[in-house]
């Protein structure tokens, strides 16, 4: 088969590729794979936004909406995202879209060319650089490093910067390292978006699952809503990966041409969804602020194990719910020792160099499985490394 030649540049997340080996093996060797790999909660979604959906089902909420989605909809999402991030903002900057995944996607098919640059963070979702090659630009990775806990180098950043620079995506809470940027870093980080006429997309997934400090939004910094695209959604804070509800919050402008492009491709995100998600942002808080706590608890066991295996250290993270412990003392590369781990001691986890050239010498592991199966899986790590 002849592939257009654009799929040649298209990348991946490899989570999903060790998922599919480790339930291989799980049945053809019927051994049981403790699974630190991939990044979703494992609670179950809150019962009051399940029941919420079942009744918009029942009401008649089966049906095309609008592409950028139900209006009341919109207008919750507006309200919530102007009382976190202190801005104003109505339901016109807000599209909502099948997960938080078409918001990296959508605006950079929308506002970058190709010839254009992108600074992302590396090691960082994977998606960012696939999507930013897709289109034909140049992606520039910046390097987060441990001695800096994870956050970018905001001077690296300015020497990174080219009168191609587009667009800068920032993430924070950090996945894969938890690393979390400060309000100063954010304040440069828009001083030089503006100087230099560049969009900045605020990945913010992961800003309800805090453990230390507080979420900025780099939305909030004078000058920056009309330039800012953030993207959020239900996936991790109330454990609705399933569901595919995301959302951008973008310049009025902007946000026509983002529900364009799902008109062309999705039509729209499931209407029951939609529904539900008035009751995740306004109803009862206190299961996400149950998981968050169990989070925490889980994040303790999950260091405090790692950095009592000989050769291998974790920093602490600080938000989102993974764990990026450095093993470059163990001298193997690090997708080699992920797949020993899978093959030879039954732990699935990621190699660092999933997430990036500068993710090598480290493995992540997600914490988003119980304290038993966590404190198994740092147990047969420690036994499988003991010898190399
Ligand atoms: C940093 C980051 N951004 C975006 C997403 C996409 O989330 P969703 O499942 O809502 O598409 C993920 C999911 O793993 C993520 O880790």
Request: with cysteine.
């Amino acid at each position: 088969m002849r592939l257009a030649q654009r799929m040649s540049k298209l990348g991946t997340e490899t989570a999903f590729e060790v998922l599919a080996r480790a339930k291989q093996l799980e049945r053809e060797k019927k051994i049981e794979v403790i699974h630190l790999e991939i990044g979703e909660p494992d609670f179950d979604t809150p019962k009051n936004i399940k029941d919420s959906a079942i009744k918009a089902i029942n009401q008649g909420y089966t049906h095309y909406t609008p592409s950028a989605g139900l209006m009341e909809v919109r207008e919750v999402i507006a309200h919530e995202v102007s009382r976190t991030r202190n801005i104003k903002v109505t339901a016109e900057n807000v599209v909502i879209t099948p997960g938080g995944k078409p918001v990296i996607f959508l605006p950079i098919l929308a506002l970058v060319d190709e010839g254009d640059e992108v600074i992302y963070p590396n090691p960082g979702y994977p998606i960012y650089e696939s999507v930013i090659n897709f289109v034909g630009a140049k992606s520039v990775p910046i390097q987060l490093r441990e001695e800096n806990e994870f956050r970018l180098d905001t001077e690296e950043l300015k020497s990174l910067v080219t009168d191609k620079t587009r667009m800068i995506i920032i993430n924070s809470p950090q996945n894969p390292t938890g690393g979390m940027l400060t309000q100063k870093d954010l304040e440069t980080i828009a001083q030089i978006c503006i100087s230099k006429d560049i969009i900045v997309l605020a990945d913010e997934i992961y800003s309800r699952i805090i453990y230390e400090g507080e979420h900025h939004s780099i939305a909030s910094v004078p000058g920056m809503p009309e330039r800012t695209i953030i993207l959020d959604g239900l996936s991790k804070t109330f454990a609705m990966t399933g569901w595919r509800l995301g959302y951008g919050v973008m310049n009025k402008e902007l946000a026509p041409y983002i529900a364009k492009l799902v008109t062309n491709s999705a039509s729209c995100t499931a209407s029951f969804t939609q529904m539900a998600t008035i009751e995740a942002l306004t109803g009862p808080q206190d299961d996400v602020d149950k998981m968050v706590e169990e989070f925490r608890k889980r994040r303790e066991v999950t260091i405090s194990g790692l950095n009592d295996i000989p050769r291998i250290s974790c920093k602490t993270p600080k938000g989102a719910f993974y764990a990026f412990p450095n093993v470059k003392e163990i001298g193997w590369e690090s997708k080699k020792l992920a797949d020993y781990l899978l093959e030879e001691a039954g732990v699935a986890v990621l190699s660092g160099t999933s997430f990036g050239k500068y993710g090598q010498g480290y493995l992540r592991i997600s914490y988003a499985n119980s304290v038993e199966n966590i404190k198994k899986g740092l147990e047969r790590i420690k036994e499988a490394v003991k010898d190399l």
